[in-house]
T-cell receptor, first 110, second 114 residues
Framework: RKEVEQDPGPFNVPEGATVAFNCTYSNSASQSFFWYRQDCRKEPKLLMSVYSSGNEDGRFTAQLNRASQYISLLIRDSKLSDSATYLCVVNPSGTYKYIFGTGTRLKVLA | DAGVIQSPRHEVTEMGQEVTLRCKPISGHDYLFWYRQTMMRGLELLIYFNNNVPIDDSGMPEDRFSAKMPNASFSTLKIQPSEPRDSAVYFC????????????FGPGTRLTVL
């Protein structure tokens, strides 16, 4: 089983739609979680950290479920500019390492 | 402010040749990471340094790969000899010490080994 698993998609959604991605992780001792965004042929960039109580940043909401070992990302009112690959990142306890999922590709259609 | 700088941005070489990738982390960042990204395997951590010292190189695929960090502002990833399966995008990232663990990525080097 992979340490971090994501549905690769693609998710094709119309503008204005709400879309959600999930990501599961295998190491129950993982401490920190992030969502990164990667545009085609560009480097990954931090979208948001994921906190235990859940957190929101504008149209984006991240949730953590430790009992089931998954994190989620919800995007409301999708924009064309949200089209990208969304990478789930898990940080094992006690290290500075990142473990990346393979990414979920989102395409927002006009 | 300058972000993480990588060079070259693109490299095309022939099998058997030595390849050296370069990275300048963000000034003041204590951690430096080398990643490889392919379609099949996604982003994989190769090695990371703290204060110029290699901490974890368990992701380095084999002895053909080596990485150095001679000072706080420079690191290299060398492949010798290169093979076609090494073709990938290689990213360098840096991170400050402290609680938030955020990593900042460079633009990557796209390596093609013919």
């Amino acid at each position: 089983r992979k340490e971090v698993e994501q549905d690769p998609g693609p998710f094709n959604v119309p503008e204005g739609a709400t879309v959600a991605f999930n990501c599961t992780y295998s190491n129950s001792a993982s401490q920190s979680f992030f969502w990164y965004r990667q545009d085609c042929r560009k480097e990954p960039k931090l979208l948001m950290s994921v906190y235990s109580s859940g957190n929101e940043d504008g149209r984006f909401t991240a949730q953590l479920n430790r009992a089931s070992q998954y994190i989620s990302l919800l995007i409301r009112d999708s924009k064309l500019s949200d089209s990208a690959t969304y990478l789930c990142v898990v940080n094992p306890s006690g290290t500075y390492k990142y473990i990346f999922g393979t990414g979920t590709r989102l395409k927002v259609l006009a | 402010d300058a972000g993480v700088i990588q060079s070259p941005r693109h490299e095309v070489t022939e099998m058997g040749q030595e390849v050296t990738l370069r990275c300048k982390p963000i000034s003041g960042h204590d951690y430096l990471f080398w990643y490889r990204q392919t379609m099949m395997r996604g982003l994989e951590l190769l090695i990371y340094f703290n204060n110029n010292v290699p901490i974890d190189d368990s992701g380095m695929p084999e002895d053909r790969f080596s990485a150095k960090m001679p000072n706080a502002s420079f690191s290299t990833l060398k492949i010798q000899p290169s093979e076609p399966r090494d073709s990938a995008v290689y990213f360098c990232a840096s991170s400050p010490s402290g609680g938030n663990l955020r990593q900042f990525f460079g633009p990557g080097t796209r390596l093609t080994v013919l």
